[in-house]
């Protein structure tokens, strides 16, 4: 993470991180499919307990960090964001969608999705994002509970749900079958989301999926997201931060603009 940073990065978000440790599933958990990358690793992770002791060296090298969390039920996932904030992150992410483990059902669900958000809300007073879900059939709905659930912004999207197949083997490639798409194949689907999401809700949308170059990431903010998460385009190495930070800015003066925001969400309305 704190290379990451490094390299350009302007803030880190954690992997999710639940009460307890989790093993997550069994290998094969990661494959490539159609320009991208497909997982089920489970929610591996150490438990927020350990997981604070690693966030310590973020904190030594005064990086901005979100952690992002999990939990099964309310009451899970604001046990989890109380001890959480004693890291003092900038904001708590919420993992409402992760495709292929038992919470995936949250993000589906705008009353589930405000009650989650609620429970953290009522918990701790740094900003909270709902990580949503792309596999929603009303993802807007969905974007709406979480806002007047009070969350601070949206994140959009996780993993899009897929399967590969060993036409070999004859079977599932992934132990766990379903996995999480990732990579340039989700992109168009996030800017779907994202340009639906930025016409009716009034926090900002922090976009993600797919994004690996410059003009991707201009597309997002077009769309409306504010700000930008890059993940499976680290993959080709750390230089992705750097790069597209330049093209994107580059961009700005070539078409007479002077910051970001500027071009938030000017793709045009519903
Ligand atoms: C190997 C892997 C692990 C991931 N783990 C998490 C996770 O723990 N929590 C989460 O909210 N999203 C997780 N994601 C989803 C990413 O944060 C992101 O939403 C998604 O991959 C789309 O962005 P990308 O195409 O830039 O990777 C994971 C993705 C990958 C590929």
């Given amino acids: 993470m704190a290379r990451v940073a490094r390299n350009g990065a302007d803030v880190v978000v954690t992997k999710s991180v639940g009460l307890e440790p989790r093993k997550g599933y069994p290998g094969p958990n990661i494959t490539v499919s159609h320009s991208g990358l497909l997982n089920a690793v489970g929610l591996a992770n150490p438990g927020i307990d350990s997981f604070l002791q690693e966030l310590r060296i973020l904190q030594r090298h005064n990086i901005p960090f979100v952690i992002s969390v999990f939990g099964r039920t309310e009451k899970e996932i604001s046990q989890v964001a109380r001890i959480a904030v004693e890291a003092e992150p900038s904001a708590l992410e919420l993992n409402l969608s992760c495709p292929h483990a038992e919470i995936s059902q949250i993000a589906h669900s705008p009353k589930l999705t405000g009650d989650f958000v609620s429970a953290v809300k009522d918990t701790v007073s740094i900003p909270v994002f709902a990580k949503l879900t792309p596999n929603a059939s009303d993802i807007v709905a969905v974007g709406l509970a979480a806002e007047e659930a009070g969350a601070d912004a949206i994140v959009a999207i996780n993993t899009v749900q897929g399967m590969k197949i060993d036409i070999k083997q004859k079977a599932p490639v992934l132990a766990n079958k379903v996995?999480?798409?990732?990579?340039?194949?989700?992109?168009?689907?996030?800017?779907?989301?994202?340009?639906?999401?930025?016409?009716?809700?009034?926090?900002?949308?922090?976009?993600?999926?797919?994004?690996?170059?410059?003009?991707?990431?201009?597309?997002?903010?077009?769309?409306?997201?504010?700000?930008?998460?890059?993940?499976?385009?680290?993959?080709?190495?750390?230089?992705?931060?750097?790069?597209?930070?330049e093209g994107v800015e580059e961009y700005l003066v070539r078409e007479g603009f002077s910051k970001t925001s500027e071009i938030v969400g000017l793709a045009g309305g519903n």
């Fill in 179 to 245: 996995g999480g798409l990732s990579g340039p194949a989700i992109f168009p689907v996030a800017v779907r989301c994202i340009y639906d999401l930025y016409h009716v809700v009034s926090i900002p949308i922090i976009g993600v999926g797919g994004v690996s170059t410059w003009e991707d990431a201009v597309e997002m903010h077009l769309a409306g997201a504010s700000a930008i998460q890059i993940g499976t385009a680290t993959l080709r190495g750390l230089d992705v931060f750097a790069d597209i930070r």
